[in-house]
């Protein structure tokens, strides 16, 4: 079984600032993904980046980048000069090689303030 | 180049009603995927479909969860003798498969009165 934990409820960023959310899981798969979302208050969840166990190196995708630590078992997003539309619910989730489906965390509100 | 389609955007019932939520995925996607979404909390999986079979139900609550898709395409989660705890976003989700991302729909808000 897979486990998810987003042990920051809220953050709370002044704009142009960078944010790190933090993430850690645990999986006895070798193989698996794991998957940032984020969800604005209008409730569609938007795909953002993604890192597969067998990565060498850390994802990035414009102004997000996935820190993946495999042996702390973390994947910390880092979002860059944070802009108002990040504010949001983020989720962070994995899926294993056999499993397909998504688990989730419990998410981290970001506000970010002008 | 359309993505996830979910019909209706909102969904009002009163209990004991039956309910069928629809998703229409991303062409070509082999991987569907409906979840459930309590108010402040993540999605919780419910059922994944691999083309027209239904490969892992053990997220659906009860009996009274029922989804299909069969033709590998369109596929409609039902819901029979609806309770007041059925009340969600429920959401649906497409992928190419294996470890591949899975793009979601705008959700159907359900509410039971």
């Known amino acids: 079984a897979q486990k998810i934990t987003q042990t920051q409820p809220g953050m709370f960023v002044q704009e142009k600032e960078a944010v790190t959310l933090d993430c850690t899981y645990d999986t006895s798969d070798p193989s698996y993904g794991l998957f940032w979302y984020k969800q604005p208050s209008s409730g569609e969840m938007i795909f953002l980046i993604y890192q597969g166990s067998y990565d060498q190196q850390n994802a990035t995708e414009g102004r997000y980048s996935l820190n993946f630590q495999k042996a702390r078992k973390s994947a910390n997003l880092v979002i860059s000069a944070s802009q108002l539309g990040d504010s949001a619910m983020y989720f962070c989730a994995i899926t294993a090689q056999g499993a397909q489906k998504l688990v989730f965390g419990q998410g981290t509100r970001l506000t970010i303030n002008p | 180049g359309a993505g996830v389609s979910q019909s209706p955007r909102y969904k009002v019932a009163k209990r004991g009603q039956d309910v069928a939520l629809r998703c229409d995925p991303i062409?070509?996607?082999?991987?569907l995927f409906w979840y459930q979404q309590a108010l402040g909390q993540g999605p919780e999986f419910l059922t994944y479909?691999?083309?027209?079979?239904?490969?892992?139900k053990s997220g659906l609550p009860s009996d009274r969860f029922f989804a299909e898709r069969p033709e590998g395409s369109v596929s409609t989660l039902k819901i029979q003798r609806t309770q007041q705890e059925d009340s969600a976003v429920y959401l649906c989700?497409?992928?190419?498969?294996?470890?591949?991302?899975?793009?979601f729909g705008d959700g159907t808000r359900l509410s039971i009165l």
């Open positions: 479909f691999q083309n027209e079979a239904q490969l892992d």
């Open positions: 062409s070509g996607h082999v991987s």
């Open positions: 989700a497409s992928s190419l498969g294996g470890l591949s991302p899975q793009h």
